[in-house]
């Protein structure tokens, strides 16, 4: 794992931001209590390498704060971004692995780590976290077909407004009132959505400022985005489900 410019212990379980939703949300305070002694904050400033391809990854990781890309790069030196890290996201296996992607801060980001052997022995005496692993594994790997999706079938305009979607849907999920305009920072550049979109940085800004000028958003800032019309925006995406949002 790489070396952040900052590590520090400061940050409290009570205070988490992504509690309710991390590998930790189902343990009990006593249970906490446990992780505390155990784990250590790191923090990377957008564009420091958190790992890279064949590093050995001995750490169970939540991300508490900020983004990071996984990424893959081809013989021709293009980048494709396979995936994403955003707020409550686990990164590791239990056991430890060797990376198989390139992990980069896109932005300013803390991961909450806790060893992997010290991960072993937390789970056996506390069942709930090794379930909670599964599931969250199981996300992931749904996450990472309907993204096969995303890239094999749906235009340009559908891609765009599909990663735009999936934002929306986390802060719907975190609380944000999906019949109010859903406001967030974009976790990566244009560039960075390019890669991750399989598009060109022009097709990227051009469909963005298209959507905004059709009404479905507004772009207040270079990273700002707020929906004004989710359902207009779901339909957009190209999907006949609900896009998992509450009713």
Known sequence: M?????????????????????????CTAPELEAWQDHRR?????????????????????????????????????????????????????????RLAHDIVAATPLTLCTIGAQ????????QPGVAARVLDMTMADLEAARSWMTVLGRKTARERVASFLMMLAHREVVAGADPNRPVAFDLPLT????????????????????????????????????RIIDLACLLAETGDDADGGLPT
Do not use: K, W
Request: one cysteine or more; glycine letters at 12%.
């Open 190 to 225: 244009r560039e960075q959505m390019a890669d991750h979109l399989g598009l060109t940085i022009e097709t990227v800004s051009r469909q963005l400022t298209t959507l905004a000028r059709e009404g479905l958003l507004a772009l207040p800032t270079r990273r700002g985005v």
């Open 41 to 97: 904050v790191r923090r990377y400033e957008a564009g420091e390498a958190v790992g890279h391809t064949g590093d050995r990854l001995n750490v169970m990781a939540t991300v508490v704060a900020g983004s990071a890309t996984l990424s893959r790069g081809l013989e021709d030196g293009r980048t494709q971004i396979v995936g994403l890290l955003l707020p409550a996201n686990l990164l590791g296996r239990p056991g430890g692995q």
């Open 2 to 26: 790489g070396h952040p410019r900052r590590a520090d212990d400061r940050l409290s379980c009570a205070a988490c931001p992504v509690r309710s939703a991390a590998l930790c949300a189902g």
């Open 118 to 125: 010290d991960f072993a022995g937390l789970s056996a005496t």
